[in-house]
């Protein structure tokens, strides 16, 4: 099977790419710049049989930009599936984030809600993934508190919390698992939520990241695990 990946050099593509090579797929290269080119984007889609679509700005100056530019994304992508017949199965990934107040959140419900409808004409199979908070090594430019805290605490800073509330989790590798679940044994739905794998308080996660950067271990169970995985595992990128 070939898959797809839009946004693949992105926090969750890198490690989705990883983890579906060594299930052995294989992976359709993908690079931004092909949403300016129609004839990469044709070659792309023509050669997936699953389409996972990642790719989409968070962080730009004008707020505007973000939600513009990321429904031309997924519009460009649409344009070329209708153009080709692509009738294999896409995949747009959002978050539990996408019903708040801003522009990312908006661009993320809006495209899904749009892909959705165009799949539902029966032109493609469609699932609209729903992540949970996400956390792990390597998400640099993904909007994880989680990685922040890390940053900020290598940096000697201490963090501020301004709501303890307990949240939702899933660990990246946890993840991936998850979206393999959904290529080989397709759910087609508009809306699929992927469950947390575990929930902890702001300020727990705050102290026992604290007590790694002290040089403390405090392992009790699978979080705390994946927790110091993803601690030391940014440390040692930060040092490299």
């Known amino acids: 099977m070939k898959v797809g990946i839009t946004g ?7 490690h989705l790419t990883e983890y579906l090579r060594k299930k052995g797929f294989e ?3 993908f690079e931004k710049e092909y949403f300016l080119y129609q004839d990469k984007m044709d070659d792309f889609v023509k050669q997936s049989d699953v389409i996972i679509h990642l790719a989409g700005r968070s962080k730009p ?4 930009t973000v939600y513009i530019d990321n429904i031309m994304l997924s519009l460009k992508l649409y344009s070329t599936i209708k153009d080709v017949k692509f009738k294999g199965h896409l995949i747009f990934v959002s978050s539990i984030h996408e019903n708040k107040d801003n522009y990312y959140a908006k661009s993320k419900s809006k495209s899904r809600e749009m892909l959705g409808v165009f799949g539902g004409k029966k032109e ?3 699932t609209g993934l729903i992540l949970p908070n996400v956390f792990g090594a390597g998400a640099k430019g993904y909007n994880s508190f989680i990685t922040a805290f890390c940053k900020q605490l290598y940096a000697g800073w201490m963090p501020k919390i301004f709501k303890d509330v307990e949240i939702g989790l899933i660990y990246i590798d946890e993840l991936v698992m998850e979206i393999f679940d959904v290529i080989t044994k397709p759910r087609y739905s508009d809306y699929l939520q992927i469950h947390t794998t575990s ?3 702001i300020s727990y996660i705050l102290s026992t990241l604290k007590m790694f950067n002290d040089g403390e271990r405090m392992i ?3 979080f705390e695990i994946n ?3 993803t ?3 940014n440390l040692t990128n930060w040092q490299s």
């Not at 693949?8 to 890198?14: C, E, M, R, S």
């Not at 100056?61 to 505007?64: L, Q, S, V």
């Open 8 to 14: 693949n050099t992105g926090f969750i593509g890198t």
């Open 27 to 29: 992976i359709v290269p």
């Open 61 to 64: 100056h004008d707020k505007e």
């Open 124 to 126: 493609y199979k469609f």
């Open 199 to 201: 929930e902890a308080k």
């Open 220 to 222: 009790k169970g699978k």
């Open 227 to 229: 927790l110091n995985t």
């Open 231 to 233: 601690w030391e595992e």
